[in-house]
Each structure stands twice: as C-alpha cells, then as structure tokens.
C-alpha cells in the first residue's frame, strides 16, 4: 500500500488505539488463568490478532463479541504442536516460556522480520528450566518441550524486557519460593506493567529494585475482566502531531500508566510544545520548539516519533539509547537516518548516541517503511510540515500495532490519500 501525506494544520480530538504491550499481556493472563476472561477495549492490530491465535493453539476457547473478547481457558493445553507468533517480538518472547510449561512438544515459528531476530536466550535459559529447547542457528524456528519447573536463575536482560516479561508470567502460574535476579535489565517501565497487570490477575511477585524478583507460595492466574488502556506507543506519533502541526487533544491516556512510552511526555516539555494534562486526556498545542537531550533507551520505540519531533526542532537533538534499536521490526537507527535523510534531515549516529539535525525544513519525498510500522508513522507526521507530499511505500506496515493510525491522523486533519 502506498500512502501520500500532505502537509496540513492539525487540530481536533481523537481516542487513542488500544495498548498493544497491554492487550497482549491480558491474552497470556487469560490463557493462564481458569475460567473466563473478558478483555474489553481490546486491540485488533496484527500483533494482538497474533497474540489471540497462540492462545487458542495452547487450550483457550475465544468468542469475539461486538466490544470484547471472551476467553475461556483452563491453563496450557495445547490443542497443537506449533504455534506461530507472526512478527510480535513480544508474543514470541513471552509466549515461549509460557508454551513451555506443558510437556507437550512444540514448534514456535514467526514470519517478516522476527525470523532474523536472535532466540539464543531460549537455548540458553529454558534448559536451565529443565526445558529441551533448540534453534536454527539462533534463529526461528525454535522446538521445545517441558514441562517448565521454575528454579532459581541468574538471567541477562540487556537485550529486551520482553524475555523476562515471558519468565515472570510463566513463573506466575507454578513458582514456589524460587527467585529470579536479573542483571542489567532495560525497559524497565515493560517490567513494571508485566507486574501490574499479574496483579490484576490474581499473581504478585516481590520485586526489589528491577534486580530480583521472588515468587512465594504457589499461585494461580484468576479469570475476570480487563479493560486495555490507550496506547502511548501510538499516540505519541499523534501527540508529535500535535506539536508540530496544530493543535488536538488524545483521550483515553492514562497518564499514570506504567507504559515506558508515556515518557514522549517529558520530551515534549523539554522540546517546549505547548501541553495540558488530565488523568485520562493530553492537549498538545504547536509552539516554538527546540532542540532537546533525551534518553531513549528504557523506551526504544520512541525514536520514530522523537526524530519526527526532533526534525521540527531548532537545533541538534541528543538522543541516547540508539543500541536498542538493532534488532527491531528494521534496523531503527540506520532506517531513521535514511528515510529522514531523503527528507533532508541529517541524523547522524556516534554509538548510543543519535544527533538530529533539525529545524532545517522538511522536503517533500518518497520514502519506505523497510516493513516497520513506527518508521511509517514517523514519516507521516514528518509529512505534515514538509514543503511537499511525502509519499510513503510500504504503508500498510501500520497494521502490526496501529491499524487506525492513517483514519485518526485524517481526522485530525491530515490530508492523506491511499493507493492500494
């Protein structure tokens, strides 16, 4: 899908789209629990579509409703011997452990990008579970067989939250007094939401200073109801918009989430964007903006929208974290300098560190996604302000996370014109 946004002045109100990190963490609680989950507000994008298929492969019954899914499970029981992640980075790396605790053996598989991320941690730490676990190389597929008994490990959390998220909720459902210590772990705003929302499903987990993490008496995941929160992941790019463009207020934003990415926040004060807060709505208003320093790297997936920001901003821009971007959907980093650079903003890339160049006046231009969904989104929001259409290949990626990014950037205002 090719996707041509205009420049255009952006002003009104939209509701955020539901929290994918979220949605996805409710499907793996549902699953792990006995009984019947309702997940209200829930999000439809490939990666929670994804999410909802690999629970029903491992033993949930799920019935979509008209606002809801219900999802009836009675633990891990796999139905099937391989299931498949599609391309979610988190689906894989939680769902793997929880896979695990059956004794069934299973094939996990993955398409697009996911199959070239690494999945050596899984060869190295689920043996250490009593879990056989082979890989291609380091690559999917991967083949397991449990069942998972959880023990004491030391584990590296360096390279993603996300394995840890998978332990912890796996540990949920058959811990009894083991801990598991982390060292050097990112993320850890991800960490913290896994937690909270183990808590809401019945599991608490004695957590000291994102470093261990001990599991007492034995526990069981409790079936209820679960309503997903906006997502500031994607209404970062909307609340960029915003700054940069006009004016719009973003609603059904918790601002008191534990979601890493709400910190798009604290970039836009110090950008200098005009900004009102509630508890659960965001007003942004364009203002003089410029240049910032910030650190990225316990939200990685604020570099789309942060470069998008930072290239309507006087100045260079300092942003840190730039080695978490390796091995996502693309290569961030070098992906980001070269679309923005057939834009005419110079980014350059020195280590963990990203200069933008900004306030230099965006150019019209046709750049691509590199099939990932925030490079589509930030290039977007760059179009509002540039000197011409921008003429986005590959648009369609919006639909691993945000599906509704290109009708709500619309209703805000954006001129945008879709050639399937």
């Known amino acids: ?26 499907v793996a609680a549902a699953l792990l629990s006995h009984g019947t989950t309702i997940i209200r507000n829930p999000g439809l994008s490939n990666d929670c579509l994804a999410a909802l298929e690999v629970a029903e492969n491992l033993g949930a019954k799920i019935k979509r409703e008209f606002d809801h899914f219900e999802i009836t499970s009675n633990g891990v029981k796999p139905f099937y011997d391989e299931i498949n992640c599609g391309e979610s980075g988190l689906g894989i790396r939680m769902f793997t452990p929880i ?29 250490l579970l009593d879990v056989k676990c082979t890989t291609n190389e ?39 007094d083991v801990t598991i210590t982390v060292q050097d772990l990112k993320s850890k705003p991800y960490i913290a939401l896994t937690l909270q929302l183990m808590s809401h499903f019945g599991v608490q987990v004695e957590e000291k200073n994102f470093e261990t993490f001990y599991f007492g008496k034995k526990q069981a995941y409790k079936a209820g109801e679960y309503t997903v929160e906006g997502d500031w992941s994607g209404a970062a790019f909307l609340l960029v918009a915003a700054a940069v463009a006009g004016k719009a207020e973003v609603q059904h934003l918790n601002t008191a989430s534990a979601q890493s990415d709400k910190a798009i926040l604290e970039a836009l004060k110090k950008a200098g964007a005009g900004m009102l807060e509630g508890v659960f709505t965001v007003n942004i208003e364009k203002a003089p903006l410029t240049s910032f320093e910030f650190d990225a790297t316990d939200c990685p997936d604020l570099f789309p929208p942060l470069v998008a920001l930072a290239a309507n901003c006087k100045g260079i821009t300092r942003i840190t974290g730039v080695s978490r971007l390796a091995h996502k959907e693309s290569d961030r980093g070098i992906t980001l300098q070269e679309e923005f650079g057939k834009m005419g903003i110079k980014i350059e890339l020195q280590g963990d560190l990203m200069l933008v160049h900004g306030g230099t006046g965006i150019k019209g231009a046709n750049v691509h996604s590199h099939n990932d969904h ?43 014109a879709v050639n399937v």
Request: charged share 15%.
């Open 1 to 26: 899908m090719q996707v041509t946004v205009s420049p255009a002045v952006i002003t009104g109100t939209v509701t955020a789209n539901p929290s994918k990190s979220a949605m996805q963490r409710a």
């Open 138 to 176: 380091g690559k999917l597929p991967l083949h397991i067989q449990g069942p998972l008994k959880p023990k004491n490990i030391t584990i590296d959390g360096s390279l993603s939250s996300q394995f840890l998220t998978g332990l912890l909720m796996a540990y949920g459902a058959a811990a009894e």
């Open 374 to 416: 925030r490079i589509a989104m930030a290039c977007a929001v760059a179009a509002l302000t540039a000197d011409g259409p921008v003429v986005i290949e590959n648009a369609e990626a919006i639909n691993k996370s945000y599906p509704e990014f290109f009708d709500h950037l619309e209703l805000l205002g954006g001129k945008i």
């Open 99 to 127: 896979a695990a605790l059956s004794e069934l053996p299973i094939t996990i598989e993955g398409h697009g990008s996911l199959t070239t991320r690494p999945m050596n941690f899984f060869e190295e730490v689920l043996p």
